[in-house]
């Protein structure tokens, strides 16, 4: 098959559409930022669609669940900086006066609190609290939403955002909050706490119980990223191997095929083109952008009002003709010649692949901008406002100084891989020079310091009370531990459960219905055995407090 340029132009040139947010959790790069800013503000970019799902409800949020705040030193360690207020959200409809029950509290974060408020409604807070007559808490993360102790998001002002400083947010708020509406005293260690978070919040829910034995009676930390690494390298890796075959060996033979064009001017100007950035300057900002609609793997939940269908829809694109889905990339029947490229052949996939770029992230791009300035990482200058509405900056430095998790190929250049090798750690990395340059009380490390949270347990952490659940098919299991590659496999037990999703991705068990015999089998499971772990937990504490 033979088609010129401008007619593949006019053939791929589609409407504007609402398949990509890029709100990917934990990882944040210059080229997230740059769509980040792009879809800001965009009423059509669905929760369905982002990498971090945000669970759906229908309740009145200010109505029930009013916010509330708890005042917190600035700095825990330095009283002279002052204090700000953290904000939090009560559930007290399952708490019984007298009744001995526990506090579910859930870490907020790397977002807003409020993107957490559902759980408080038919989520794992509200399920736990309904099961144990407990009270339901949301915990916002400093810095996060409104719990904001700075007036800007400068270098100097982000050196109060770490994992030290979360910490003793989280000990001082269980050790002092007076709970608005509930007369007895709810604070540990009078009452047991039971500290649940997801992702990076399930990483704190682990350490909280590690650092803080005496007031957090138990933790579940679901898809909690323990081990933090520079070089996060298998966290596309789970995706490929997870993925349909076909879809994988697609995606794969696409980006090989682009690195091989790449490698020659001429060619490079040639597939950039087809995906409607020939104006980007830049081959790694270009590869760059290939790597959007693999990011909404992790926005795959089992709850359709809440999951993305976008990486299965990508998919769906990639395989071509239903005549042609069955051959395999490279087949000649798959083939199309670009007359205009000197007898350059693509497979199908390739025109696809440039079709949904084109169509979701090209289409992003506003004409008075123009596409350099859209999609293009090299101009420092454009990451370097601090304004309290730069919000990406805070994970982001959170990246920068203590986690990592940037994601570059494999290591090894004959690893099957379905990201280009134009991508770099340092192309990953660079972000963190460009963003935070050295203030006054505070530089940003050459690279994350990473050693301050792997010191904590690691892959190896471990506590009586600590409930470690992952996803199957997570991209973010290889830093938990249940890493198929780096961690020990462990007995489950009701002491210490350790349990895996199947088919699941990233924290499945956060979310619920309000009747959990609509939940899927395996949910329905392990919201069953997470009640039973919690509930014999609690039998131990009554057993040790009440006379």
Known sequence: MFFGLPLLASLLALPQSFAYSPRLSLRSTAQDINLRRLTRGRAEFTTAHSAVPVAQSTFNVETEFPEQWFEQPVDHFNASYGTFKQRYWVSTRHYTAGGSGPVIVLDGGETSGEDRLP?????????????????????????????????DFSTDSLRFLNNDQAVADSANFMKNVKLSGIEEDLTAPGTPWIYYGGSYAGARAAHMRILHPDIVYGAIASSAVTHAAIDNWEYMDVIRRAADPLCSAHIEGSIKTIDGLLANGHTAFIIKSLFGLEKLSHNDDFASILETPLGAWQAKVWDPAVGSKVFDEFCAELRGP?????????????????????SVKLDLAVFHYAKWIRKHIVSLCPKELGIEKCFGTYDDEQYTGTNLDQDWRLWQFQVCTEWGYFIPPPPNPEYPRIISNQITLEYEAKICRQAFPPGEHFKVPAWPNVTVVNELGDFAIAADRLAIIDGEVDPWRPMTPHSESSAKDREDTVLRPFKIIPDAVHHYDEYGLKDMSREPPEIRRIHGEMIFFVISWLKDWHLTHIS
């Open 322 to 342: 239903y005549m042609l889905a069955s051959y395999p990339y490279g087949h000649s029947s798959r083939e199309v010649e670009l007359e205009e490229s000197g």
């Open 119 to 151: 759980f408080l409604d038919t989520g794992i807070v509200d399920i736990l609290a309904r099961a144990t007559n407990g009270v339901g808490v949301i915990l916002e993360h400093r810095y996060y939403g409104k719990s904001i102790p700075v007036n």
